[in-house]
């Protein structure tokens, strides 16, 4: 069975321009997540959905960030315009039920804002 | 910071040695997980403790949850070279909240 699908791997931009990155759930799942993982502030959960509705954005850091999913199969992260400081890998995840069942993790994006 | 504590903060261990980690939360949860992550790749589920269980095993993973202490411990038994990954607890309440993780190196 395929797993999430993350793309790209690796982004390299230069602040100011958009970012958009792409996950791909496993079928079947109801619940996707969107975290931030860094250095110094550890694994952030930016936002979850659960039958592609966002239920919980409080993470997003500021209105730069936006997420979507359009259909069951595919949701967006778009940072626009980016900073430096949104360097960091970014992990899309997906469950059969929000938090009853594990989550299964995509490899990440690892974004760098020069 | 939303993370939840985790310690040690890393962990050397020779091949064969136990391993245990450690994670305590804040708030009530409904369950807690664990999960294992290795260089540059996503992270790997290894177990979930519901509020209500004491223990957990699989495999060589035990994982115990004291809800009056708020904590939760794994131990990895018999430790091999190829167990050296960083580990993250992720509770599940209102909130959900990943520790900082602990880093274990297994040497052979």
């Known amino acids: 069975d395929a797993g999430v699908i993350q793309s790209p791997r690796h982004e390299v931009t230069e602040m100011g321009q958009e970012v958009t990155l792409r996950c791909k759930p496993i079928?079947?799942?109801?619940?996707l997540f969107w975290y931030r993982q860094t250095m110094m502030r550890g694994l952030e959960l930016l936002i979850y959905f659960n039958n592609n509705v966002p239920i919980d954005d409080s993470g997003m850091p500021e209105d730069r960030f936006s997420a979507k999913m359009p259909n069951a199969s595919f949701s967006t992260l778009k940072i626009q315009p980016s900073e430096p400081r949104d360097s960091a890998v970014y992990f899309c995840a997906s469950s059969p039920e929000k938090g009853n069942q594990p989550q299964h993790f995509g490899d990440g994006t690892r974004l760098s804002i020069l | 910071s939303q993370q939840g504590e985790e310690d040690p903060q890393a962990l050397s261990i020779q091949e064969g040695e136990n391993a245990t980690m450690n994670c305590s939360y804040k708030?009530?949860?409904?369950?807690l997980q664990w999960y294992r992550q290795n260089s540059g790749r996503g992270l790997v589920h290894l177990i979930l403790i519901r509020s209500n269980e004491r223990e957990k095993h699989s495999g060589r993973l035990r994982v115990t949850l004291d809800t009056s202490k708020k904590s939760s411990s794994l131990l990895i038994t018999a430790s091999r070279a190829a167990d050296t990954a960083s580990y993250f607890c992720l509770e599940y309440g209102n909130k959900l909240v990943f520790g900082a993780g602990t880093i274990l190196r297994v040497k052979s």
């Open positions: 079928s079947g799942h109801n619940s």
């Open positions: 708030t009530s949860i409904n369950n």
